[in-house]
């Protein structure tokens, strides 16, 4: 009772506090002040049993920005959040409510100071990578500073250190985040750009940068002791952790290419087994692009790089790196049912590459509108052996594979048109740890009409099918949009069935969207497959539901 009691002030709270600062703007001479933020809330009203789950966030800044000699901005930064009965799919502890973030940023000539619960991101991400994605379920800050500066041109050094945050357990019982006596991380970056000292290369539109990283985190030992051979041991966990990076980019006009190398002192924890292997991984991008013409190729190899703050830990909170997945990340509903996520642990070869090419106005194929067309193909596969440099060639050794071609056209004045077809291999077994290899065949329609200036509709017809497992899918969508305020929409999706494990279910949602300026209001009804919900590689697992469904936000 006091629990709730105490949950609706911070309701009440964050309604004042949205009505106290709403958009509010400063000046006097040089000095401006600025008070911006948001609001944020999603619900579920679940049926089974009857329960409301929501997460709420209230986001508010003060900006002080100033010309003085070496004084730039102030920036102050907060973050209430309410998330006692999370939606579905969120870890046990990511539950909780009070201020999620705090920060303090000062800026200057020669660069930024942050004190409070910073972000940042070494390279590729390969060692540090440190953001938030609400949808998700991550904020990966850490509870100290950081500090940016560019001492000289060209030169850009980073250094950041604190105790990240695990949801709310480092803050409720470590001091508020500020107690290092049982984890910390350190960690420093250098990027040199040496065609800001040579104008040759800045007159051939050339740039070359050079960069460095090193991380450590700090973590008191643990004691775990497992029983062999008829006696107990005790492993003997290191405080320390290193990891480094190093890394180039060079650019001329229209063609970029990135290489980084990372390795990783060996880390025992329970994601990996508790290995004392060293991890590595290595990252090569290249990419031409042109007007109407790109091309993207890459390559990824990883092994055993799970970087955590906190050994003990598994899910997705935690992770100090982030291995981006070298799969496209799909938006239609049946193309993305089965996303690919990252093997931190057991590594893996990813391989991907992307052309697009668009026909102009008025040619054979670009027709009266001009028509593009996307082609994109990811294959991953796994290590032929712990630490090996070679791939696995074996039909289990196959992760991911997917193909596909996509065209957009507009069709005529008021008619656009997009297609695409795909092949996708999933391997269930190595992603989700069961089931077997499911392939997986797809066509998606996407057709949007605009009637006048104040009434468009989009609709969306979709097929798959999987062979061995669950046999035929198919989707439909349908969006109405009123007066650039209103948007009705409703799906549905149902497993037809054909082959083993069909469930022959139906799964719907129809909503209605209210849109006025930075105010943006939904309310619908939902039932949902459950599957996995991802971002860049990093999912979490949403178990089927069913309610109302409702959500708001707002920006000033």
């Known amino acids: 009772m006091n629990e709730t009691r105490e949950i609706g002030w911070i309701w009440i709270g964050l309604m004042v506090l949205t009505l106290l600062c709403y958009p509010f703007s400063y000046s006097y001479a040089n000095d401006t002040v600025l008070v911006s933020g948001g609001i944020q809330h999603d ?64 800026a200057f000539t020669w660069g930024k100071i942050t004190i409070g619960d910073v972000y940042g991101q070494f390279g590729a991400g390969l060692i540090l990578d440190l953001y938030e994605d609400r949808g998700i379920g991550i904020d990966g800050a850490l509870r100290g500073a950081k500090i940016a500066l560019e001492p000289y041109k060209g030169i850009q050094l980073q250094m950041i250190g604190g105790k990240q945050r695990r949801y709310w357990s480092c803050y409720k019982d470590d001091a508020w985040g500020w107690n290092y006596t049982r984890d910390a991380t350190i960690g420093g970056d250098a990027e040199i750009h040496i065609e800001q000292w040579v104008p040759k290369m800045q007159a051939l539109d050339m740039r070359w940068m050079l960069g460095c990283s090193y991380v450590s ?30 890394r180039t980019e060079w650019q001329m006009k229209d063609v970029n290419l990135l290489i980084e190398y990372a390795r990783k002192a060996n880390d025992p924890c329970l994601d ?73 642990n057991s590594g893996e070869w990813a ?25 994109s193909a990811a294959h991953i596969r796994g290590l032929a052996a712990p630490g ?7 039909n289990e050794g196959e992760y991911y594979t997917d193909v596909n071609i996509e065209l957009n056209k507009r069709i005529a004045k008021r008619w656009w048109l997009n297609a695409m077809l795909m092949y996708q291999n999933y391997n269930q077994k190595i992603i989700e740890g069961h089931g077997s290899f499911i392939r997986s065949g797809i ?3 996407d057709a949007r009409y605009q009637v006048n200036n104040n009434i468009s509709m989009r609709g969306e017809l979709q097929y798959m099918y999987s062979p061995n497992y669950r046999g035929q899918w198919v989707f439909a969508l349908y969006e109405l949009s009123l007066y650039h305020h209103w948007m009705i929409s409703g799906e549905w999706k149902y497993n037809i069935g054909g082959a083993a494990e069909a469930t022959h279910e139906h799964f719907y949602t129809a909503a209605l969207t ?29 178990p089927k539901q069913e309610g109302v469904c409702a959500s708001y936000s707002f920006t000033w």
């Open 443 to 445: 066509a998606v329609v």
């Open 217 to 246: 985190k700090y973590e008191a030992p643990d004691t775990i002791i497992v029983p062999q051979a008829g006696a107990l041991y005790m492993y003997n966990l290191p405080r320390w952790v290193g990891a480094g990076d190093v």
């Open 514 to 542: 209210y849109t006025h300026g930075a105010h943006r209001a939904m309310v619908g009804y939902t039932k949902t497959q459950e599957g996995f919900h991802c971002a860049g590689g990093v999912c979490r697992y949403v």
């Open 351 to 375: 391989f991907q590459a992307t052309l697009r090419y668009t026909w102009p106005r008025k040619t054979k194929m670009g027709g009266k509108y001009g028509t593009t067309i996307k082609v």
């Open 388 to 394: 090996s440099w070679d791939i696995d060639k074996t």
């Open 272 to 344: 990996n087994g508790f290995s004392y292997r060293d991890g590595e991984a290595l990252f090569i991008s290249a990419v031409y692009s042109r007007k109407g013409f790109s091309v993207l190729a890459q390559v990824k190899r990883t092994d055993n790089m799970t970087f955590r703050s906190e050994r003990m830990r598994t899910g997705i909170a935690g992770r100090l790196n982030h291995m981006p997945a070298f799969a496209e990340q799909h938006t239609y509903a049946l193309a993305a049912m089965y996303p690919y996520v990252t093997q931190y």
């Open 43 to 106: 619900g579920l009203l679940d049926w089974s049993p009857v329960k409301y789950h929501s997460n709420s966030y209230l986001d508010l800044s003060v900006h002080w920005h100033a010309e003085r000699k070496t004084f730039r901005e102030l920036r102050a930064t907060t973050r209430l959040e309410l998330t006692q009965w999370p939606l579905l799919g969120y870890e046990s502890d990511f539950g909780g409510h009070g201020v999620g973030h705090l920060s303090l940023e000062a």
